[in-house]
Nanobody, 122 residues
Framework: QVQLVESGGGSVQAGGSLRLSCVAS????????MGWFRQAPGKEREGVAA???????RYSDSVKGRFTISQDNAKNTLYLQMISLSTEDTAVYYC????????????????WGQGTQVTVSS
C-alpha cells in the first residue's frame, strides 16, 4: 500500500521498552530505504533511525545504543525496538520511505505514515 501504517505506540514508564511496527506494501519496502522519524511538541521532525538495502543502519546520537531498526521483508514490516526509554523520547513517531538513506533529510523521503504516539512518563 502507498500509505505506511504504524502501530505499537503507547504509554510506558521511564526505563521501559516498546516495539514500533510499520506495515508497508511490498513495492515500497523493496524499492525504498526505510526510516523512523519523530516529532516532539514544539520541535521539528527529526530522523531517528534509517536502514539501507544492504542492512547498514544509522541512528541519531540521542537514541544510538538504545534503539534498533530492522526489517522483516516476509512480513513487509519495518520495526523500531526501543529500550531504556526516557521522557525525552516522548514524541509522535513516523515511519517513512525514501531514496536517501541513511540520510535524515526529510525531503528525501517520499512516503510517510500517520504516526504513532509514544509517551514516556517518569
Amino acid at each position: 500500500q502507498v500509505q505506511l501504517v504504524e502501530s505499537g505506540g503507547g504509554s510506558v514508564q521511564a526505563g521501559g521498552s516498546l516495539r514500533l511496527s510499520c506495515v508497508a506494501s511490498r513495492y515500497i519496502i523493496n524499492r525504498y530505504c526505510m526510516g523512523w522519524f519523530r516529532q516532539a511538541p514544539g520541535k521539528e521532525r527529526e530522523g531517528v533511525a534509517a536502514i539501507e538495502r544492504d542492512g547498514s543502519t544509522r541512528y541519531s546520537d540521542s537514541v544510538k545504543g538504545r534503539f534498533t531498526i530492522s526489517q522483516d521483508n516476509a512480513k513487509n514490516t519495518l520495526y523500531l525496538q526501543m529500550i531504556s526509554l526516557s521522557t525525552e523520547d516522548t514524541a509522535v513517531y513516523y515511519c517513512a520511505a525514501g531514496s536517501g538513506c541513511p540520510s535524515f533529510a526529510r525531503y528525501l523521503y517520499t512516503y510517510w505514515g500517520q504516526g504513532t504516539q509514544v509517551t514516556v512518563s517518569s
